[in-house]
C-alpha cells in the first residue's frame, strides 16, 4: 500500500466491448495489487437475474420493482469483485448469447444504473481498486485523477470476439452503448486514450503505469505484485 493510503485510490478503464479493457484492467489490477472490478459484469449478472425470472428487457418497471426487492452483493474473492444476486454467483453465465443479446437494454435503464453505480461505490470504500465499464471516469467516479479510455478499431474488436467464440453483435452493443439516454459509453474529457489494436497488453499496461506516475499516483510505494491481493 502506497503513502496515498489515506485516500482510496480509483483506476477507471472505459471504452468499447472488446477493446481490451478486461485484459488490461485485470493485469494492471494484478501488477498494482488493487481489485479488480468489472462493471460489465455486474450489468451482465443483472441481465442473467432478470431472464431467468423471466421479465423481458422491455418490462422496465418490473425490472424497478424486482431489483427493489433482490439482494446484490459485491464480494471480493481473490483481488476481483463479484456480484452475488439473491445468493446466488451467476459467474458461469455472464457471457451466455442471450445475456450478450439483452444486456445493453437492460443496462440503460435508469434505476438499473443506480444500483449498479452504489454497488460500484461500495466495492470502492475501503480498497484500491480498477474498475473498467462504459462511464467509470465519465459519471460514476468523476473526480478520479485516474481515467483512461481504451480502444481499437472495429475491424480489430471483432475479430477478438469472434476468435474468443462468443456470439456477440459487439456493433449493435456499441450503438446503444453510446446513443443511450443515461451514462453513455463517452471518452471523460480528462482520460489518456489508448489504441490497442495493434500493441499487446503488456504495452498497455506499462503505458497506463507511465501516465499514473505522471499525474501523481506514488507507483514506487505500491506494492508491485503479481499476486491478487485486497481481501
Ligand atoms: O464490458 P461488457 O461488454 O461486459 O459490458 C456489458 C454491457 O454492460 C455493455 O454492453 C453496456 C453495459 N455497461 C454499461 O452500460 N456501463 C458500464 N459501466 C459497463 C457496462
Not at 82 to 111: F, G, T
Not at 190 to 202: K, M
Request: glycine share 6%; charged share 30%.
Amino acid at each position: 500500500m502506497g503513502s496515498y493510503a489515506s485516500q482510496h485510490c480509483v483506476i477507471a478503464i472505459d471504452g468499447p466491448a472488446a477493446s481490451g479493457k478486461s485484459s488490461v484492467a485485470r493485469k494492471l489490477a494484478r501488477q498494482l495489487g488493487f481489485v479488480y472490478v468489472n462493471s460489465g459484469a455486474i450489468y451482465r449478472a443483472i441481465t442473467w437475474h432478470f431472464l431467468q425470472t423471466k421479465i423481458r428487457p422491455e418490462e422496465s418497471e418490473r425490472i424497478a420493482e424486482s431489483l427493489d426487492s433482490a439482494v446484490l452483493t459485491c464480494v471480493v474473492r481473490e483481488g476481483e469483485a463479484r456480484i452475488v444476486v439473491d445468493d446466488v454467483d451467476p459467474a458461469l453465465h455472464l457471457r451466455d448469447d442471450r445475456v450478450n443479446e439483452s444486456v445493453s437494454r437492460v443496462s440503460k435503464l435508469p434505476r438499473v444504473r443506480e444500483i449498479v453505480s452504489q454497488r460500484l461505490h461500495d466495492c470502492a470504500e475501503g480498497r484500491d481498486v480498477v474498475i473498467e465499464g462504459r462511464d467509470i471516469g465519465s459519471v460514476v467516479f468523476p473526480d478520479t485523477p485516474y481515467k483512461f479510455y481504451i480502444d481499437a478499431s472495429p475491424e480489430v474488436r471483432l475479430q477478438r470476439r469472434a476468435a474468443q467464440g462468443e456470439r456477440d453483435e459487439i456493433t449493435v452493443r456499441d450503438r446503444d452503448d453510446v446513443s443511450r439516454a443515461v451514462s453513455p459509453l463517452v471518452k471523460a474529457k480528462d482520460a489518456h486514450v489508448i489504441d490497442t489494436s495493434y500493441v499487446t497488453v503488456e504495452q498497455v499496461v506499462t503505458e497506463i503505469i507511465t501516465r499514473l506516475e505522471q499525474v501523481g499516483l506514488p507507483i514506487s510505494d505500491v506494492q508491485i505484485t503479481d499476486r491478487a491481493l485486497g481481501e
